[in-house]
Nanobody
Framework: QVRLVESGGGLVQAGGSLRLSCAAS????????MGWYRQAPEKQRELVAT???????NYPDSMKGRFTISTDNFKNTVYLQMNSLKPEDTAVYYC?????????WGQGTQVTVSS
């Protein structure tokens, strides 16, 4: 099993920055992908960014430029640096990791951007 603990969410003014962290523990040796999704009220969960264990990143076009995903050297913590935040970035942000045949989700951390 994999346990994910997220931190770093909160309230920020438009134009500000936040850095989310997600620490993975447990059966992490087989993790091959880490990432972040978000879900705004009354909207579907959407991909923000993913990163492989070799460092390859993927961002949907809508997320490019303001969000940066990274991991620590031990590949057990994934970060999401969010800059120039907008009110429409307000959502619950979920950490995600993938192992062969398995997906794991964090509990979510609220990000609220005020105008």
């Amino acid at each position: 099993q994999v346990r994910l603990v997220e931190s770093g969410g909160g309230l920020v003014q438009a134009g500000g920055s936040l850095r989310l962290s997600c620490a993975a523990s447990g059966s992490i040796a087989s993790i091959n992908l880490m990432g972040w999704y978000r879900q705004a009220p009354e909207k579907q969960r959407e991909l923000v960014a993913t990163i492989t264990m070799t460092g390859s990143t993927n961002y949907p076009d809508s997320m490019k430029g303001r969000f940066t995903i990274s991991t620590d050297n031990f590949k057990n913590t994934v970060y999401l640096q969010m800059n120039s935040l907008k009110p429409e970035d307000t959502a619950v942000y979920y950490c995600y990791v993938r192992r062969p045949g398995l997906s794991h989700w964090g509990q979510g951390t609220q990000v609220t951007v005020s105008s």
